[in-house]
């Protein structure tokens, strides 16, 4: 078992080997693995899981730097799942990380056998991406966990948990609801959200990251990535908000411990 190592020390002391066997048999699949998903992986990463998929299509900007937890200024330009499976791999040789790039969609939504993972992690910036993982994850057999929005918060205090169609003050909560209104298409069961009602405004002028490093399609420098012309959170998309590490990872790190503690309680 991976999780053997010394490092586990002090989550056996706490939760057993029973739990530890339990969090290493575990397959969790993330999707997006931004200021949100990359703190969900490396918490579950640490704290014993054995079955990783991670999900992204988009590589380290260094305007991900303030925020993402495989982001630094060596891995600029790197897909960002490989470069985050490496982080992973640091953290524990032994963790099996299956890194796709690639972005989920309506389109590409066949390629992912959800039946197949206990855990499916949802933290995609786009609304109709968004909206198409929560109904088909919905409808599967695994455990489904959803990251509402995250950008323009400060105060982590205001962080809360809640069931999907109990989420207040989230515009993004409120935008998949109309859509799922609208097109009379709903998920198929509650399901758990992370979110916030804290909104401010942004108080700085939007620009891109104006380096030779740009890898976004719309880029000056002339190497940017035409793959990421479609990619609704590249820095060169209409709007962009500004968001915080505390707050995205504390994000992340609580969907994984909804995990945990998920996993705590069924292995009892």
Not at 37 to 58: F, K, M, P, Q, Y
Not at 186 to 197: G, M
Request: charged letters at 25%; hydrophobic letters at 40%.
């Amino acid at each position: 078992m991976g999780n053997k190592k010394p490092f586990f020390n002090r989550t056996r002391l706490l939760l057993g080997d029973e739990m530890m066997t339990s969090l290493d048999k575990a397959r969790v699949i993330i999707f997006g693995v931004g200021g949100v998903g990359s703190w969900c992986a490396e918490g579950l990463v640490r704290s014993g899981i054995g079955h990783l998929t991670i999900v992204d299509s988009d590589r380290v900007c260094i305007t991900n730097i303030n925020r993402q937890m495989m982001a630094t200024s060596k891995t600029i330009g790197m897909v960002k799942v490989e470069a985050l499976k490496e982080r992973l791999h640091e953290i524990n040789p032994d963790v099996e990380v299956n890194a796709i790039q690639a972005i989920y969609s309506e389109e590409t939504a066949d390629q992912f056998d959800l039946d197949s993972f206990d855990y499916v992690v949802d933290a995609i910036d786009s609304l109709k991406d968004k909206a198409s993982l929560i109904l088909h994850a919905t409808r599967s057999k695994s455990k489904f966990f959803s990251s509402m929005g995250a950008a323009l918060k400060i105060d982590p205090r205001k962080i809360e948990v809640a069931e999907f169609w109990k989420v207040r003050g989230c515009p993004l909560a409120r935008a998949l609801r109309q859509r799922f209104k609208k097109q009379k298409r709903y998920p198929a069961k509650k399901f758990l959200c992370v979110y916030s009602d804290e909104l401010i405004d942004n108080k700085g002028k939007e620009s891109s990251c104006g380096t030779d490093r740009c890898v976004c399609p719309k880029s000056e420098n002339g190497v940017g990535d035409p793959s990421l012309v479609n990619h609704e959170w590249c820095s060169s998309k209409a709007r962009i908000n500004g968001s915080l590490m505390h707050v995205t990872s504390i994000f992340g790190l609580t969907i994984a411990g909804l995990i945990l503690e998920d996993i705590h309680k069924n292995y009892r």
